[in-house]
């Protein structure tokens, strides 16, 4: 399984960007795609993630009401719309894959390789 980010870089406070993942080698449909991202100095949060067959979502309380995560299937991508940015989203995100709709990275077995977003004030 393979998971390539892009889409990160650098935006003013209340700017959007939009963030993709690319997945390949997935076989089994019922998994979930989500997104995490890591400041310096601190643990690795949750964003979103997304169900891949149901389209069913779930969020981080910080990025709730400013941030939708969605998926195209016939490009095996995986889209974070990031609206209303602040500073404190500034962090490396990184997109995974596992088998649950939840926010604990530890039940993600793969990861992408992360792209940076700042968010200058």
């Known amino acids: 399984v393979q998971l390539q980010a892009s889409g990160g870089g650098l935006v003013q406070t209340g700017g959007s960007l939009r963030l993709s993942c690319v997945t390949s080698g997935r076989t089994f449909s019922n998994y979930v795609m989500g997104w995490f991202r890591q400041a310096p100095g601190k643990e690795r949060e949750f964003v979103a993630a997304i169900r891949w067959s149901a389209g069913n979502t779930y969020y981080g309380d910080s990025v709730k009401g400013r941030f939708s995560i969605s998926r195209d299937r016939a490009k095996n991508t995986v889209l974070l719309q990031m609206n209303s940015l602040k500073p404190e989203d500034t962090a490396v995100y990184y997109c995974?894959?596992?088998?649950?709709?939840?926010?604990?990275?530890?039940?993600?077995?793969?990861w992408g390789q992360g792209t940076l977003v700042t968010v200058s004030s």
């Open positions: 995974a894959t596992g088998q649950r709709l939840v926010g604990d990275p530890s039940t993600y077995d793969y």
